[in-house]
Every structure is written in structure tokens, then in C-alpha cells.
């Protein structure tokens, strides 16, 4: 892919941070006819820009916290009853979201400090 100029860059990543606090996900970021980016390069960008901007990082990080929780939320919402009724790999799934948001809300080191 030919290199970006600083300007398009700039305007790009304010897309991208833009689209990711939207609830796009990295992928249909990544998608995107003005960003181009594989999944793993959004979440670069995503990050780098959460950074940059220290006087608004703390909104953008509770903006960013809680797109992750609704998308946490709607795959527990939609799978959880799957794995209720005994499907091993909707269980999984859930099993890995719930780890996430044990490990989210600090709850594994909660639980070794006790």
C-alpha cells in the first residue's frame, strides 16, 4: 500500500477513532474505503490516538469502555442462552467473556489480594 501523507494520516485516524467509538469493530474499521487497514493496524490507531489526546483521553477511554462493554454485553445477550441449554462452544464463548470482564473490573487481582 503506498505510504499516506501526514495530513490524510491525521484525518484518517480522527476516522477511525471516530467509527471505533461508534461500535464499528476493527474489522468493518479496517473495511472501510478512507482507512484500509488490517484489524490489527485499527487497533493501533486506536490506541495511539486514545494517547494523544491527554486532555480528553479520560472521556474517550470511558467512551471506549463502554462500547467494549455493550459489545460484552450483546454476545453474552445473544449467546448465553445457546449455552444454557448445553452448546459447548457458545459456553466458550461466554466462558472467554466473562474472564474478560472478570480481568476488566480487576476482579482476578481482587480475588489474589484477599
Known sequence: ?????????????????RLF??????????????????PQGVA???HAQLRADAVRSEELIEQARTVWMMRAESLLRTHMPR??????AAAELCRKVLSDQARFFGLYERASDG
Open 1 to 17: 500500500m503506498p505510504r499516506v501523507r501526514r495530513e490524510e494520516r491525521a484525518e484518517r485516524n480522527v476516522l477511525v477513532l
Open 21 to 38: 467509538l461508534s461500535g464499528w469493530s476493527y474489522s468493518a474499521i479496517g473495511r472501510h474505503e478512507q482507512v484500509r487497514l488490517s
Open 44 to 46: 493501533n490507531v486506536v
Open 83 to 88: 449455552a444454557l441449554r448445553g452448546d459447548v
